[in-house]
């Protein structure tokens, strides 16, 4: 059996981590002994699920040893995976982004225009007729309900909603709402979680013609209490944007009750792109961006066409 190393991007989202966790076990079936890694600490909401299905947390990584095998998931951007992926040997990604990753080699890529990772996961396991047990059902559903916010997500398709009805069939959760409430609480409870921490949740860098984006999107039921260290969060925007030599950055919180997104705007550049973008207006360093809940099919495809000029 080879040995392969799994792991998901920083600042991670659940979707990403049960993927991960759900990708091993499918290469378990193929003749792999795969180990699965993170690169960032759990959210909330994802420690919860885990503990729940009682699954070990991974151990962390910054680096791996060189020509390790790899596959990487729900990712495929430099500036967002492990810090030496040039040296290691990439055989797989399974993703459901848009793609910028340049390799010399042939290697094995799933990506679908799909609201999960998960959803993408479950076409593979049925189309190989691979035995999952219960816990991995769980998993992939439960992915599936958090990145789609209970399918309030513009990303959201219906093959995904085909998908987890199917999943609520074989996993005996009749009702989605009532399964991912604990989970969205959990995901919300921030009162001590550090700024630096808070600020990471669900944290991704992206470039564009040549430019570093950075752009969070922190989804609770409880956006008061981040909007109520909205100078602690300026802060820490502000030096990261220029450690990081980011030419841009925003902290959107999307209220998932509400299904509203008020995102924390730096400067008066920064504003300036928010409202040309968004068509907005930005006051005391906040924005209102409605309903805009789907980072990668509300924001930064909008982003890029800006930046793209």
């Given amino acids: ?20 966790l759900i990708f091993a076990d499918y290469l ?37 040893p060189p020509w390790t095998r790899v596959g990487i998931i729900d990712h495929n951007e430099k500036v967002q995976t492990i810090d030496n992926i040039d040296e290691l040997d990439l055989e797989y990604i399974i993703d459901h982004h848009k793609f910028s990753v340049n390799t010399n080699y042939p290697l094995f890529i799933r990506a679908e225009k799909l609201c999960s990772t998960a959803s993408v ?30 399918f309030r997500s513009a990303t959201t398709t219906k093959e995904d ?4 009805e199917e999943l609520k069939e074989i996993t005996w959760i009749n009702d989605f709402k009532e399964f991912m409430n604990p989970l969205f609480e959990a995901k919300s409870d921030l009162w001590e979680i550090s700024i630096e921490d808070l600020i990471k949740y669900d944290y991704k860098e992206f470039e564009v013609a040549w430019k570093k984006l950075g752009v969070w999107s922190l989804e609770t039921v409880n956006p008061s209490y981040a909007l109520s260290k909205k100078d602690e969060i300026l802060k820490w925007l502000e030096d990261l944007k ?5 030419e841009f950055i925003m902290l959107s919180i999307v209220d998932i009750f509400w299904e509203n997104n008020t995102t924390i705007v730096l400067d008066w550049v920064d504003s300036k792109v928010v409202e040309e973008v968004f068509d907005t207006k930005v006051e005391n360093n906040l924005a209102n961006l409605k309903n805009r809940l789907s980072r990668k099919k509300q924001i930064i495809p909008q982003l890029t066409d800006y930046f793209n000029k």
Avoid: G, Q, R
Avoid at 1 to 20: E, L, R
């Fill in 121 to 150: 996961l479950y076409k593979m396991y049925i189309e190989n007729s691979l035995p999952i047990t219960k816990k991995i059902w769980t998993l992939m559903l439960s992915a599936i309900l958090s990145d789609s916010l209970v």
């Fill in 28 to 64: 378990s079936n193929k003749w792999y002994n795969p180990k699965v890694y993170k690169l960032w600490s759990l959210n909330n909401e994802t420690a919860y699920l885990l503990n729940m299905l009682n699954i070990d947390v991974p151990e962390t990584i910054t680096t791996l």
């Fill in 1 to 20: 059996m080879m040995d392969i190393a799994i792991f998901w991007h920083k600042f991670p989202d659940t979707d990403c981590i049960c993927s991960s």
């Fill in 161 to 164: 909603i085909i998908i987890a």
């Fill in 242 to 246: 220029n450690k990081s030599s980011l």
